[in-house]
């Protein structure tokens, strides 16, 4: 039962909401503020990439610079284990001895320290005082001459 009526209906209806979907999206685009938005957009976005670039940066930098300390140390062990032998051929017994005891010991233990062996003092005043009652190079004192004077107020003299 189609009257033909219902066709222009809902024809306006479709067009309505089309022309709604494009109002909506055009005025998106040409509202007020909405460039400076895309813009800060973009600078966040080139902002992020660049921390992102500069983070890689330094991880490479300490990645590498582990790899050359490695290397050093490597060379470090080579060199002195090439003296080392060299010493205990070339010099008598006494001097390649003492040579050897230089040698770092291979026992990782020995590398830490205990975490109860360790005391944490505030700095001692060991300078040389005329009498017990001068102040030391620590205090806060120390070199000024004379007791200083506070200023006298006008309103505290007596009349």
Do not use: W
């Not at 009526?5 to 024809?11: A, E, L, M, N, S």
């Not at 610079?65 to 090439?82: F, G, M, P």
């Not at 006494?94 to 590398?111: I, T, V, W």
């Not at 005043?125 to 506070?150: M, N, Q």
């Amino acid at each position: 039962m189609n009257t033909g009526t219902d066709d222009p209906i809902i024809f306006a209806i479709v067009a309505a909401i089309i022309g709604l979907l494009i109002g909506y999206f055009a005025g998106r685009r040409t509202a007020p503020g909405s460039e400076e938005a895309r813009e800060l957009t973009e600078k966040l976005e080139q902002a992020e990439s660049a921390r992102a670039r500069y983070e890689q940066r330094v991880n490479a930098h300490f990645a590498d610079s582990a790899d050359k300390l490695n290397t050093l140390t490597a060379n470090y062990r080579d060199i002195y284990a090439h003296i080392a032998g060299g010493a205990s051929e070339l010099c008598s017994e006494e001097e390649a001895a003492r040579f050897q005891s230089l040698e770092a010991p291979k026992d990782s233990d020995q590398n830490t320290i205990e975490a109860d062996s360790v005391v944490v003092e505030p700095p001692r005043d060991y300078a040389a005082k005329t009498s017990p009652d001068d102040p030391g190079v620590l205090d806060e004192r120390f070199g000024l001459e004379g007791e200083e004077k506070p200023p006298e107020d006008s309103s505290t003299r007596s009349a």
